[in-house]
Structures are given as structure tokens and as C-alpha cells.
């Protein structure tokens, strides 16, 4: 069982909200107490893992969930995760699987980190690793059980996958955002590199290609991934436009929270959405809906990842596969009214 929040900061002394701050990399805490807090969490973890073991009288039928945090920049408050975690737990204990989660934050020494890693008695795991790249990647490698990536896609790299179709998804956006009319596309990436964002990038620039439109002006503006980060750079990029600059006729974003950020600052700076500026998203989370205007947006099967990451496992676990499987999967897009039809 987790330690509770409550009882971490009775053992250590501070609030419970100092706890749940370094827990999940958020300032307010110093260094010295996130550290605590997060040593405590993983002794925790190992002495719950061993009172399993000795309670069934050999190694459980236990399986790794690991969270990868290299920065926090995408994988802080945003549901997506959660909703995964919880799809992943559920077609674990369906096959007959316990789930140990665990989470490395940046705070943490990654070597010690693997240490403890390989002291669980597991039978395989599965690597959230939207955040990661290949030198983390190589830590994670040193451990001598089954790996299942899962929300990235290493090219490289001759490891089982289950990630979404990053690179088709928004070459389906751009479709759409062609056969609504539009001609002059903007993209909006997140200011964090990532192989999710690299492969949608590269689906952006493949509907360019495809659709015959290189000659347009096709501007990529660089924000951060969080609504208010995105609503200032995005203000200071319209701020220091020139008094004659067309904007795109419709921008494409890396994720919905971007794209609220941006459509903000657009109509602070007089453009109308979508009349003047039309704005895809992706992610489609709960507030898609309900912004002004609904927001267009790639709608993701949080549940299909987390399902199809755990199959994957349970697939090399029973040696059932061979070389190694790289499944994406798609999203939906569901139209919603920013983006205007110019046809």
C-alpha cells in the first residue's frame, strides 16, 4: 500500500501540503525537505514491496509502472497521465498482475534511482516515458526485465512501444484545416523537446508537403506548455509583429493547453476566433469543450494506451512475440467550432 501524504508529514514533521509539493515537483518546499520527502517515499516502497513478498512466501506476480519526470514540464497537472496510470492498473489486475508505481522527479540521482529499480522483485515493466530521451533511456535499459515503452517512440531503439500516432494525427489535422479552405497554416510547438512533439512536427510538415503548399508562409511559433506561459509569449510574439503581418489563417497546435494560451492572447490583441484565426488542438481535455470557442481538437484513448502498453508486456512475458512490437495509436478528431470554413 502507498504511504499516505498525511503520514509522510507526520513522520518528517512539515505539512501535508509541503509533502504533496515535493512529490510533484512543484515549488514552495526547499530542496533539503523534497529530498526527504523523496527518500522516505522510496524506503516505503521497498519495505510494502517486501512485506508482500514474505506474506505469499516468494516473488509476486508484480509488475513496475514507472513515471518518468525528466523536467515536469509536461507531465505536471495535466490528466492525460493519470487516466493512463489508471487504464494500465486496471488490465493489470485483470491479468492477474500487481502494479508497483513509482515516480522519478529531477531531484533524484537517476544511478541510485535504478538501484532501487532493481531490487524490486518484478516481472517486467512499463516505462512512461513521454519525457525521456535516449541517455535516460540507457539507465532504464541496465535493468534486467521486460521493457514496454510507453507515450514515446525511440527510433533507434529495438524496444516494445505503445505511443500515439502522433505523426498521422496532425497530418489529419492539417487535411482538415486544408479541406476547410485554409492555405496559410501556423504551427504552435511546445517549448520542450520531446518525441512526441518531433514526430508531430514532422506529420505538420508532411501535410505541407502533401498538399502541395510550400510556398505559403507557414510561421512556427515556439511556446511554453502551460495556458499562461503560452498566453505571454504568445502576446509578446503578436506585440512585436510588424502593423502589416498576416497571421496564418488557422494554427495548428502541439496541445490543447497551448492552444487556449494563444487563443487568449489573440483575442486580447483584437483578432476573432475563429472568424480571423482559426486554432486546432491536441489532447482534447475536459475545458476543449467548454473555452469560447469549443475548441477543434485530436481527441486521445487514454484507456487504449494504458491497455494495449499492459497486453504488450503480458505478450513478452509469455514469450508470445518476437521482435519487438512499435504500436501507435490513433486519435479522433472532433470538430468543434474554432476553426471557421473558409470554402
Do not use: W
Not at 512539515?14 to 523523496?38: D, H, M
Not at 512485506?51 to 523536467?71: A, C, F, I, Q, Y
Not at 541496465?142 to 521493457?147: R, W
Request: with cysteine; aromatic share 8%; net charge negative.
Amino acid at each position: 500500500m502507498r504511504i499516505k501524504n498525511k503520514d509522510i508529514a507526520e513522520m518528517l514533521g512539515i505539512s501535508t501540503t509541503a509533502v504533496s509539493l515535493a512529490l510533484n515537483n512543484r515549488p514552495g518546499v526547499s530542496e533539503a525537505t523534497r529530498r526527504r520527502v523523496l527518500e522516505l517515499v522510496t524506503d516505503s516502497a521497498m519495505e510494502a514491496v517486501q512485506n508482500l513478498n514474505d506474506e505469499n512466501g516468494g516473488p509476486t506476480r508484480s509488475v513496475l509502472l514507472n513515471v518518468h519526470k525528466k523536467h515536469g514540464y509536461i507531465m505536471t497537472d495535466k490528466p492525460f497521465f493519470s487516466y493512463v496510470v489508471e487504464a494500465a492498473q486496471q488490465e493489470l489486475l485483470r491479468q492477474g498482475y500487481n502494479m508497483i508505481l513509482s515516480h522519478y522527479v529531477p531531484e533524484q540521482n537517476l544511478t541510485q534511482y535504478i538501484q532501487y529499480i532493481k531490487g524490486l522483485p518484478i516481472a517486467g515493466m512499463i516505462l512512461m516515458a513521454t519525457e525521456m530521451d535516449e541517455t535516460d533511456l540507457a539507465y532504464y535499459k541496465e535493468v534486467n526485465v521486460p521493457i514496454v515503452l510507453m507515450d514515446s517512440i525511440f527510433d533507434l531503439e529495438d524496444m516494445d512501444s505503445v505511443a500515439l500516432d502522433n505523426e498521422t494525427d496532425v497530418f489529419r489535422a492539417v487535411h482538415y484545416a486544408v479541406e476547410s479552405g485554409h492555405r496559410r497554416i501556423g504551427y504552435l510547438q511546445g517549448a520542450v523537446t520531446i518525441n512526441n512533439f518531433t514526430h508531430r512536427m514532422d506529420g505538420f510538415m508532411k501535410g505541407i508537403r502533401h498538399f502541395g503548399l510550400e510556398k505559403e508562409d507557414h510561421p512556427v511559433i515556439t511556446l511554453p506548455c502551460d495556458v499562461q506561459g503560452a498566453y505571454r509569449e504568445m502576446s509578446a510574439f503578436l506585440d512585436s509583429c510588424p502593423a502589416d503581418y498576416q497571421l496564418p489563417t488557422i494554427f495548428v497546435s502541439d496541445l490543447d493547453y497551448i492552444a487556449f494560451g494563444a487563443m487568449n492572447a489573440l483575442k486580447e490583441h483584437g483578432y476573432r476566433v475563429p472568424d480571423d484565426v482559426s486554432m486546432i488542438g491536441y489532447d482534447d481535455v475536459s475545458a476543449a469543450s467548454a473555452v469560447s470557442p469549443p475548441l477543434t481538437t485530436l481527441r486521445v484513448s487514454h484507456a487504449e494506451i494504458g491497455r494495449i502498453a499492459v497486453k504488450t508486456l503480458m505478450d513478452r512475458l509469455n514469450q508470445i512475440t518476437g521482435r519487438p512490437v512499435s504500436i501507435r495509436i490513433s486519435s479522433e478528431l472532433i470538430v468543434r467550432e474554432s476553426v471557421k470554413n473558409l470554402v
